[in-house]
């Protein structure tokens, strides 16, 4: 039975269309139901940029899962906030029984979350509303840490997996703004372009790393900034830059764009390494790094990475 009930729950995730299938190799195919396909030889970032804004100009697959596509999309986002309440209460768990300490217990929060949250996103249909659903995720979760964290509400399990000190009131800021950076990646890129993943990837990945890397091995600091390392820093780069390529290779095998390793090698690099300066510079106190980050990183990737649609409207 159990068995049974596992194969639905995948079935019903794993949304009944064909996928695109991006091989990851020089040359992608677009294979679409209407069995029409186009192959670009990718050789160069020109042709990667140009093989992905052809991909992307393909118009969603009227009337495919049209009719499921809500209830799907709904199932999905249910699925993924329970996920979402499961994962933040497990390092509940973990900060209570002293497994993780509380700093190292909202990093790792800070590192998977989002992260996990747009692995996700190829569940859902290819219907227009889909990045609206699946933004009511991180939505939700911003509701819930404004009403604790103005103290409207009591959840210390909460507090302790997501603050430092352990004051309420520090949801309001760091953990916040991170909520609100997945609302607007998500409904302002969704899976129209690499920009999405690449910013969440810095966020997530790059800027938690850093702290915790940097809390252990920063002796080292920075000339400009006394607070922040090489270590932390030289970390928040590589790590950011590795994950961002691994979701990347992600969303290409899931059929979403081709992915091409000569192609975006370098504009990863760019966006990581501008990223990373961004986020020693001595103005944490003043501008968060969950804001600085993410914003660094689209403004950089509007520009390297091809973008179909911003808000799901033709640029
Ligand atoms: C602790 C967090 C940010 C603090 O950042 P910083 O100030 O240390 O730099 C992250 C807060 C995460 C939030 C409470 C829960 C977000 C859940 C997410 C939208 C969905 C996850 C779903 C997945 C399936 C686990
Ligand atoms: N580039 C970096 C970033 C953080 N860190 C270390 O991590 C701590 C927390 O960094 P942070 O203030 O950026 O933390 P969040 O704002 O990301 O939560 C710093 O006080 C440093 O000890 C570092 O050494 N180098």
Known sequence: MKQLMALYIISYIVPRRKRRCYPTMKTYNICD????TTTVDLTSPREWKQGVQESLSEKPLE??????SLQHDAGVTFL???GA?????LFNSLTKHQILGQKLSRKLVHITSGLLFALCWPFFSVSPWARYLAALVPATNGVRLLVYGLGILKDDGLVKSVSREGDPRELLRGPLYYV???????VLFWRDSPVSVVSLAMMCAGDGI??????????KKLPYNSEKSWAGSITMFLFGFVVSLG????????????????GVALQLAAVSLAATLVESLPITN???DNLTVPLTTVILGLFLFPTRSIAGVLP
């Open 247 to 262: 979701c990347l290779w992600y969303f290409s095998f899931m059929g979403f764009y081709p992915f091409d390793l000569q």
């Open 180 to 186: 609100m950076v997945l609302v607007l990646c998500t």
């Open 80 to 82: 993924i906030l329970l």
């Open 286 to 288: 003043r501008f968060d």
């Open 33 to 36: 139901p209407s069995s029409r």
């Open 85 to 89: 309440y499961a994962w933040v209460k």
């Open 63 to 68: 009337g495919y899962l049209q009719a499921g």
């Open 210 to 219: 850093a702290d915790i890397v940097g809390r252990r091995f920063g002796s």
